[in-house]
């Protein structure tokens, strides 16, 4: 199994931005589609962005236009770039890979997940 660690979260007020990364440990990283699903106290985990190997990438529709995923093969992480940041948006963030063909947006169709890292959004 690939090891993913996630970083970046923290506390940021309504309105600012934050990055987050994911480091994979896996030489095949580059060619799996990458993740980042979201998860508050008493909800469901949500799916927020995706990446394919080739770069195309899908969002939500609560993060589109402010949210933006990216990938650096080299570097072996994907990063999530959150602007505009709402209160709603807090919650644990969590990198995952899939070996889907597609667009999986459904967390069991990711095999392998971090630990998640925390987002906290201030009003």
């Known amino acids: 199994q690939v090891q993913l660690v996630e970083s970046g979260g923290g506390l940021v007020q309504a309105g600012g931005s934050l990055r987050l990364s994911c480091a994979a440990s896996?030489?095949?990283?580059?060619?799996?589609?990458m993740g980042w699903f979201r998860q508050a106290p008493g909800k469901e985990r949500e799916f927020v962005a995706a990446?394919?190997?080739?770069?195309?990438?899908t969002y939500a529709d609560s993060v589109k236009g402010r949210f933006t995923i990216s990938r650096d093969s080299t570097m072996n992480t994907v990063n999530l770039q959150m602007s505009s940041l709402k209160p709603e948006d807090t919650a644990v963030y969590y990198c995952?890979?899939?070996?889907?063909?597609?667009?999986?947006?459904?967390?069991?169709?990711?095999?392998?997940w971090g630990q998640g890292t925390q987002v906290t959004v201030s009003s």
């Open positions: 995952a890979r899939s070996q889907r063909v597609g667009v999986p947006s459904a967390p069991d169709e990711y095999d392998s």
């Open positions: 990446i394919s190997w080739s770069g195309g990438t």
């Open positions: 896996g030489r095949t990283f580059s060619s799996y589609l």
